[in-house]
């Protein structure tokens, strides 16, 4: 069972930055998928991107391409999420998963960070 911690969440104005980090221990990276879903309040869990292990493809929901860009630092045990251009219905709080596939259903995934909260507001 691998383990994975989120941080790198804050409170930024609309149009501003930030970097989420997932470090992952338990395992190494190599085999698994991870992605990031968000949920915001009142809302289901919802997929934001996904890369699989040999990174050779990474999948974004269409409200975050050409924003969001995903990456993973396998000998550090590390994904990242570098959100730009944020928007105010960015706001939730961001998960890092990690399983052997890609796939955008929470249900699908069996490892969870806490999560790290996103606020984007003026």
């Known amino acids: 069972q691998v383990q994975l911690v989120e941080s790198g969440g804050g409170s930024v104005q609309p149009g501003g930055s930030l970097r989420l980090s997932c470090v992952v221990s338990g395992s190494t990276l190599d085999y698994y998928a991870l992605a990031w879903f968000r949920q915001a309040p009142g809302k289901e869990r919802e997929g934001v991107s996904c890369i699989t292990y040999s990174e050779d493809n990474t999948h974004y929901t269409d409200s975050v391409k050409g924003r969001f860009t995903m990456s993973r630092d396998n000998a550090k045990n590390t994904v990242y999420l570098q959100m730009n251009n944020l928007k105010p219905e960015d706001t939730a709080v961001y998960y890092c998963?990690?399983?052997?596939?890609?796939?955008?259903?929470?249900?699908?995934?069996?490892?969870w960070g806490h999560g790290t909260q996103v606020t984007v507001s003026s």
């Open positions: 998963a990690a399983d052997s596939f890609c796939d955008w259903d929470p249900h699908n995934f069996g490892s």
